[in-house]
Nanobody
């Protein structure tokens, strides 16, 4: 089970830090990531980080968001800076147990576990 936190209301240009921690009987996932879904839109990939800490980002957030992980705590973080109104969405963390290899981390179907979502609102 994944538990996400850190969402909230922020002004354009502001920052937020999301956290997502795994609990229960779960091995340290090979990849952990974030997706988001805005009203009326499909869920989209935001960022992912694998076991070796290689990070991958959607073009829309490159240079503004930073994903990191703590394997001891089985926690993934997402630092979001320079937030824009279009970043407003429900953010979902996700995790997958995979064998080492090459994967398309942008595909939601790759992930085994999902958090409940945390709302991010960007508005003045």
């Amino acid at each position: 089970q994944l538990q996400a936190s850190g969402g909230g209301l922020v002004q354009p240009g502001g920052s937020l830090r999301l956290s997502c921690t795994a609990s229960g009987r779960i091995a340290v996932p090979y990849v952990m990531g974030w997706f988001r879904q805005a009203p009326g839109k499909e869920r989209e990939f935001v960022a992912a980080i694998n076991w070796s800490r290689s990070a991958y980002y959607a073009d829309s957030v490159k240079g503004r968001f930073t994903i990191s992980r703590d394997n001891n705590r089985i926690t993934v973080y997402q630092q979001m800076n320079s937030l824009k109104p279009e970043d407003a969405a429900v953010y979902y963390c996700a995790a997958a147990n995979l064998r080492p290899g090459s994967y398309d981390y942008t595909v939601a179907g790759l992930y085994d576990y999902w958090g409940q979502g945390t709302q991010v609102t960007v508005s003045s």
